[in-house]
């Protein structure tokens, strides 16, 4: 099993849509997660950080689920600025500041 | 905020060159980290740095080195490049004292072809 995971997609959907992704952990002893996005030749930039009681930033939110080791992240009324791919990332327990990334999901947002 | 900035955004090598590939962070941050990132592989760990002089392994360390002599400056190396290191290649920062440690800020990223 991979150390994290995600549904690669694309996900299309029309603006106005929400949509949501899950991405999957194996290290129970993780403490940090955070939500990426990535624009097409573009470097990764932070979105949100994922606290255990879940963060809302305007139209995002994200929710940790520590019993089945697992993150979201809920775009609601989508724009189609918010294609992009979205990548997850797990702190590394094994010391050090080391973050896992998943492979990230592809978001489309169409008229 | 964060700035993060890489050498070369392109970068075309042959064959058996040896190539540096330069990251510099502003914000006295203790950690770096290079990355290289393929099309369906995801960010895959080459090599990270948590203190001057300090370097770690990744997840894929073969064919490549790094060097940091000074906290804002992490290089990573390639000795021989071959074509199967052609990728994007990208560095990362994040603090070990401040709150949001963890957090990893990158670069714009260096997309380099070997031929």
């Known amino acids: 099993r991979k150390e994290v995971e995600q549904d690669p997609g694309p996900f299309n959907v029309p603006e106005g849509a929400t949509v949501a992704f899950n991405c999957t952990y194996s290290?129970?002893?993780?403490?940090?997660f955070f939500w990426y996005r990535q624009d097409c030749r573009k470097e990764p930039k932070l979105l949100m950080s994922?606290?255990?009681s879940g963060n809302e930033d305007g139209r995002f939110t994200a929710q940790l689920n520590r019993a089945s080791q697992y993150i979201s992240l809920l775009i609601r009324d989508s724009k189609l600025s918010d294609s992009a791919t979205y990548l997850c990332?797990?702190?590394?327990?094994?010391?050090?500041?080391?973050?896992?990334f998943g492979a990230g999901t592809r978001l489309a947002v169409h008229p | 905020d964060v700035k993060v900035t890489q050498s070369s955004r392109y970068l075309v090598k042959r064959t058996g060159e040896k190539v540096f590939l330069e990251c510099v962070q502003d914000?006295?941050?203790?950690?770096m980290f290079w990355y290289r990132q393929d099309p369906g592989l995801g960010l895959r760990l080459i090599y990270f740095?948590?203190?001057?002089?300090?370097?770690e392994k990744g997840d894929i360390p073969e064919g490549y080195s790094v060097s940091r002599e000074k906290k804002e400056r992490f290089s990573l190396i390639l000795e021989s490049a071959s074509t199967n290191q052609t990728s994007m290649y990208l560095c990362?920062?994040?603090?070990?004292?401040?709150?949001?440690?963890?957090?990893?800020?990158f670069g714009p990223g260096t997309r380099l072809t070997v031929l």
């Open positions: 990362a920062s994040s603090s070990s004292t401040s709150v949001s440690t963890d957090t990893q800020y």
């Open positions: 290290n129970s002893a993780s403490q940090s």
């Open positions: 994922v606290y255990s």
């Open positions: 990332a797990v702190n590394w327990k094994g010391g050090y500041n080391k973050l896992i």
């Open positions: 914000m006295d941050h203790e950690n």
């Open positions: 740095s948590y203190d001057v002089k300090m370097k």
